[in-house]
């Protein structure tokens, strides 16, 4: 009885301290056999037309297998292609073409190359030569001035067009740039160089296999429908030295855009230096310097209005919605909503907007505009820009007033004027850009487009391969093209003016330039950006524009950035009269319609935007966003699981056919052992 | 790894214990209900060594210290079992199929090294078996060419049938203590089964085909355990025989 109660409680004891404290085998077995890592995935993406993008509906995976050139895939079909273990491919960037996804995919039907695993920088890989963009052949016509045009331009007729295709098997981005991606990179390389020392044949190889379920299917309007996608956008910012400006002042402005953000196939990865990040780079340059100008900005006839706009990559988002915002008819009926409208003082809740600020500027009070588009000079290898316009004759003087002032470049052959496009006698008109959105609108906006290239976007355009900063050249290049921009617009703000005060002293600053390339494209925690922010662990900032929250819209840091910045040198720091410049640490120290900007309160006329597909509504009484226009922009993202991918050896089918066939040998072998013990005994001690 | 290998491995691992136990054990409830009372016992035993395991951080890679106080814990709950089953022996016969058969010990003793046989090894080797259902696979350190799921469902098998020997020799030797040879018997068990536990490490070791040691190890001790048993039924066979 004793033993009985002791070995109750015992095992009471037992199944609390086994379920306290419980580390089963499996999860302290799993680091040993799996090794987990980290991932940069190709998503899938919806608009209303359909899907693109990637999606493994149940695992897949194969053993890692290296291919360098399409010669490795014409052997790997030859050598592999009819068995039934599945691969999992590395190959180089530049090898991502549309050829060699139709091939793969043409295996795919055996279920032979079941992933890819997409190497942006190896030692021995990339030659830069044959990269090509992965953007289609004319990026975003469909949403653009030409769309209806019978012979529109061809601008990327290199592109891949892989960034809008509906890919049939996974696609992982892999870039060595930091401890993470180097540690996962290592890995990988490590199970390739070992399955390529056994040959691909001596069991057992180095394996992967991924997860990446995606959760919205078909279209936008099927998915927001079904709330497993969430729209595309961001936040655009703009400001103007103009701290009065008013859509009935009467005052002409000229506008100076570049895009906030860009595009490629792997989204944690993009970064779109010269894209367009050399854009944003030369807008925040001219801001600066004219806000060195000699006399104040204000007393000028013109405006100047400097604008940032996100999703630019997403049909135009950021910019269409802006001018949609602008020209319509502003209505607030403070009606009920579905969710409380987020933003504090609102002067509008139904429709539910930050400020009214966007109404103070007249479309048609637009005069000209002057577009920052790929400006990093890498596409004219340092050496020259090009203006590319819409209507000739509308823009004949603008662009030779652009061209009056000395560019200098650091490329070999440079010119020392922007050029026009069109001087070999072919007007391609306008690459794909911000400034569309304005015409479609205003046709006789004067317009500029500023680029490094001529005839095509170039083998970087939104490609996850466009990360490369030569500092010095492209910091000299942007500082010269902002140098003659910012010259050109400070006159340019003066026509009408009884006197013109000379350009000269309007000079752009390099030292800025290289700091915000720096900062922007490699390390968010650099010196210059913890004058504006207390930032420390952000490095490289992903440079897609990711979702929009109609219910807590919070901008992200690069929109922040930029606020802070416009808001910096539009701005007037207060002067305490007996003080000097009032000090804060926080908004809360000002007063009402202040920042806080570099520890002064600052009042300036910046504000944010919303940015997402104009093709899609937000209905604020029931709070959901539905397509309302296929024909324009309607990009959403699919939810999605967190995608796993994991590194691990693997015997071969035969291996494991034997250890089932042994299994089961023995199971028999011992049923005939017991069966034939068991007569024997019986006979052998009769009384059993 | 895939279904092949984890059916594979199931049925080598448990191949004797599952058809020792439909084809034997099964048909007979009394054997079935001493086997539940042997295996609760191991697996109070097996729960004690966890504790201590569990407590005793400092050594808790060291796997030389734990086989020393895990058999050693073991043991015990054997002997201890063995104390309970003498003391219900009467009753237990009354109610067998031939109260009066001289088999009976080593046929208790067998079914209770069945139980000994069925915790333990279920225990220490489920979990990984469950892990063979992914397509992961560890290979053996000491033979690169076998999966570690492999061996360790030889290893099983191996220790199943050593645990329903050790079990009918140990009962030979508890209930004979005071002879030379009841002590030899038991001292053997001791022995042999800190020999074949400690001829395990041989797997995880860089020593070359270390795992083919240690199964041989194992199946010598087998070999030995069960010709002590044939002699000792072959003995009470004959005094059987010439007292009836």
């Keep these: 009885m004793r033993l009985y109660s002791i070995a109750i409680i015992l095992t009471l004891l037992g199944s609390w301290m086994t379920t306290s404290f419980a580390q089963d085998i499996a999860s302290s077995l799993y680091p040993y056999i799996y090794t987990d890592v980290s991932t940069w995935p190709c998503v899938r993406l919806l608009n209303a037309t359909g899907q693109i993008g990637c999606h493994v509906p149940n695992g897949a995976g194969g053993i890692l297998y290296q291919i360098e050139s399409q010669d490795e895939i014409n052997n790997f079909v030859s050598k592999h292609g009819g068995s039934k273990q599945n691969y999992a491919a590395v190959i180089p960037y530049n090898l991502l073409t549309k050829l060699v996804v139709a091939n793969i995919a043409a295996l795919d039907s055996t279920k032979c190359i079941s992933g890819l695993i997409v190497l942006l920088r190896a030692s021995s890989m990339v030659p830069e030569a044959s990269l090509s963009s992965p953007d289609t052949s004319c990026p975003n016509c469909r949403f653009g001035l030409y769309a209806n045009d019978p012979d529109q331009y061809v601008w990327n007729p290199q592109g891949q067009g892989l960034i809008e295709e509906n890919l049939p098997f996974p696609v992982f981005g892999l870039n060595p740039v930091d401890t993470v991606s180097k540690q996962v990179f290592n890995i990988v390389m490590r199970g390739v160089a070992f399955n390529l020392k056994k040959q691909y044949t001596d069991y057992p190889l180095q394996a992967i296999d991924f997860k990446l379920f995606m959760w919205a299917a078909i279209d936008s309007e099927t998915c927001l429908r079904r709330g497993w996608c969430q729209v595309v956008g961001g936040t655009s910012v703009f400001s103007s030295p103009s701290r009065q400006i008013a859509a009935d002042d009467g005052k002409k402005s000229i506008v100076l855009t570049a895009s906030l953000d860009s595009r490629s196939l792997f989204h944690d990865l993009t970064n779109g230096v010269a894209t367009s990040l050399s854009g944003l780079v030369a807008l925040l340059t001219v801001a600066e310097s004219l806000s060195r100008a000699p006399v104040s900005l204000e007393l000028l006839p013109k405006h100047i209005v400097y604008t940032g706009f996100t999703a630019e990559a997403w049909g135009f988002a950021g910019s269409q919605r802006f001018v949609q915002d602008i020209s319509a008819q502003f209505q607030c009926t403070n009606a009920t909503r579905a969710s409380v409208c987020p933003f504090l003082n609102a002067p509008c809740t139904f429709p539910c907007v930050r400020s009214m600020d966007f109404k103070r500027i007249n479309i048609d009070n637009i005069d000209s505009l002057i577009e920052f588009n790929s400006v990093s000079g890498l596409n004219s290898n340092y050496s020259s820009y090009w203006a590319h316009v819409d209507d000739v004759d509308l823009t004949q003087s603008f662009v030779a007033d652009l061209q009056k002032n000395n560019l200098t470049l650091p490329g070999q052959n440079s010119q020392n004027t922007i050029q026009a496009a069109n001087q070999d006698g072919n007007q391609r008109k306008l690459p794909p850009s911000s400034a569309m959105s304005f015409l479609q609108k205003n046709r006789n906006i004067k317009t500029v487009v500023l680029t490094d290239f001529q005839k095509e976007l170039g083998s970087y355009y939104n490609s996850d391969m466009d990360d490369k900063v030569d500092l010095d050249l492209m910091s000299q290049s942007i500082c010269g093209l902002a140098d003659a921009t910012a010259k050109t617009v400070f006159l340019k703000a003066q026509e009408g003016a009884s006197t013109i005060i000379p350009a000269e002293t309007i000079t752009a600053n390099c030292t800025l330039v290289s700091s915000l390339l720096d900062c922007l494209a490699s390390n968010f925690s650099c010196p210059m950006m913890k004058n504006y922010f207390n930032v420390s662990s952000v490095g490289r900032l992903s440079h897609y524009t990711s979702v929009f929250s109609f219910v807590n819209p919070q901008p992200q840091l690069l929109s922040r950035f930029v606020f802070t910045f416009l808001g910096d040198v539009t701005g007037t720091r207060r002067n305490n009269s007996d003080l000097g410049p009032s000090g804060c640490s926080t908004m809360q120290d000002c007063i009402s319609g202040e920042y806080c900007i570099r520890k002064q309160c600052v009042s300036t006329m910046t504000a944010y935007h919303d940015a997402y597909g104009t093709g899609l509504t937000y209905n604020e009484s029931t709070g959901k966003v539905s397509v309302t226009d296929p024909t324009k922009g309607t990009w959403t993202e699919s939810t999605w699981d967190t995608p796993t991918m994991r590194v691990f050896l693997v015997t071969s089918t035969k291996h494991q056919v034997i250890e089932l066939v042994v299994g089961v040998l023995w199971t028999l072998i011992s049923i005939a052992v017991v069966i034939f013990g068991r007569s024997f005994l019986k006979k052998t001690f009769k009384t059993d | ?244």
Aim: include cysteine.
């Design chain 2, 1 to 244: 790894m895939s279904l092949y290998s984890f059916f594979g491995c199931l049925f080598l691992a448990y191949g004797p214990i599952l058809s020792i136990f439909f084809l034997y054990i099964a048909r007979n409830a009394q054997y079935v209900l001493l086997m539940v009372s042997s295996a609760f016992f191991c697996l109070i035993a097996l729960l004690i060594s966890s504790v201590i395991w569990y407590l005793a951080k400092k050594t808790q890679s060291t796997h030389a210290v734990t086989i020393a106080y895990s058999v050693a814990i073991q043991e015990i709950f054997r002997w201890g079992f063995f104390r309970i089953l003498s003391r219900a022996e009467t009753g237990l016969n009354l109610v067998s199929r031939n109260p009066n058969s001289p088999f009976n010990r080593p046929v208790f003793g067998f079914v209770s090294g069945f139980g000994y046989a069925l915790m333990s090894c279920l225990v220490s080797y489920i979990s990984l078996l469950v892990e063979s259902l992914g397509p992961g696979v560890k290979m053996c350190q000491s033979c690169p060419g076998l999966s570690l799921f492999f061996v360790s469902a030889i290893n099983t098998t191996i220790f199943s049938l050593l645990h329903m020997a050790w079990m009918m020799v140990a009962f030979e030797g508890f209930s004979s203590y005071k002879t030379k040879s009841g002590m030899l018997q038991i001292t053997w068990v001791i022995f042999s089964h800190y020999g074949a536990s400690y001829a395990t490490l041989f797997n995880a070791s860089d020593i070359h085909l270390g795992c083919v040691y240690s199964a041989l190890i194992g199946v010598v001790i087998l070999a030995i355990s069960c010709a002590w048993i044939a002699y000792g039924l072959k003995s009470r066979n004959y005094i059987n025989r010439h007292t009836n």
